[in-house]
């Protein structure tokens, strides 16, 4: 079996010129990394002694370090802003030793089918700071659709608004530790019992990850008293497949009744 070499950068610096060599990929928690095929890999980047593992707010602009794992973003949301979709998302996700190594940065990067960070990601138009070969801002929807920008790249930075949403987070799952079939994550802003905005993202359709565009449409501008539960679970049409759905049409009404049932859940609260 080929050795691996490890490096260990202490500045960002040294990081950048690193993640521009071919074969050398950054090491977050390793999780990922543990399952894949390693054998076109030279060397890997262990990024736990960069500065990239804390939690700022600048001007409303929440920024995480992308070393910093799903543990420390759900301790210090909830400083930040204890109802916050993040901490919904993360707290629940797989179990407490893996949400201790799981990074924020190789959950972006990787972004499994059963991600529980990207809905909300997305949902809160994210965007990601890049170094290496690419550098500068992407929102995370670019991230996710340009391939080059993922190459010889690394993630510093995770940048969001802190803005007063509603949400809420659903995982469809069979035991308390399986990665998720399916997610839905939902933002809505609320004025005066009318919802006047609402994000809604399903991760683990054969898109990855698909906007609810309908039910969107059907509650922008509805007001509160005006929700048929019912309606909604009519508006999703998600197309599933792959290994872990073993009934796509079951997973598809499945999702419909569990939006229907957030959105109830949402509203009365
Ligand atoms: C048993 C198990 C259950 C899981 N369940 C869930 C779940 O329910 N929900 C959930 O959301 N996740 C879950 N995960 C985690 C998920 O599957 C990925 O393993 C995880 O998101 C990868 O993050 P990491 O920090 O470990 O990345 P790593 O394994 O270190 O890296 C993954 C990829 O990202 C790249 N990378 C790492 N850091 C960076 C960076 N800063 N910039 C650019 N590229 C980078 C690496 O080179 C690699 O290609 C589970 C994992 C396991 C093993």
Not at 164 to 175: C, M, Q, V
């Amino acid at each position: 079996m080929k050795e691996l070499h490890w490096y260990y950068p202490e500045t960002l610096a040294d990081a950048e010129t690193l993640v521009r060599q071919e074969n050398v990929l950054p090491h977050g928690g390793g999780t990922g990394l543990l399952l894949r095929n390693l054998t076109g890999v030279d060397s890997l980047i262990e990024l736990s002694r960069l500065p990239l593992r804390s939690i700022k707010v600048v001007d409303h602009n929440v920024e995480i370090g992308s070393a910093c794992t799903y543990a420390d973003v759900v301790e210090k949301m909830a400083e930040i802003d204890p109802g916050h979709i993040l901490i919904k998302c993360l707290h629940h996700s797989a179990n407490t030793p893996l949400r201790n190594r799981i990074t924020i940065g190789g959950s972006v990067a990787m972004f499994p089918p059963w991600s529980d960070l990207m809905g909300a990601l997305i949902t809160l138009d994210a965007m990601i700071s890049l170094t290496g070969k690419n550098s500068g801002d992407y929102s995370v929807l670019e991230y996710i659709r340009d391939k080059n920008l993922r190459a010889n790249s690394l993630i510093t930075t995770v940048k969001f608004k802190l803005l007063p949403r509603k949400s809420a987070h659903y995982r469809e799952i069979r035991t308390k530790s399986d990665m998720p079939t399916f997610n839905h994550t939902v933002l809505l802003n609320i004025e005066k019992n009318k919802i006047v905005d609402c994000r809604i993202i399903t991760v683990g359709t054969v898109l990855k990850y698909t906007r609810l565009a309908e039910a969107e449409t059907y509650l922008t501008n509805r007001r509160i008293e005006n929700i048929d539960v019912a309606e909604i679970g009519k508006l999703v049409n998600l197309k599933f497949a792959g290994s872990h759905i073993d009934d796509p049409e079951y997973a598809n009404i499945k999702a419909g009744i569990e939006l229907g049932r957030m959105i109830q859940q949402m509203v009365r609260s």
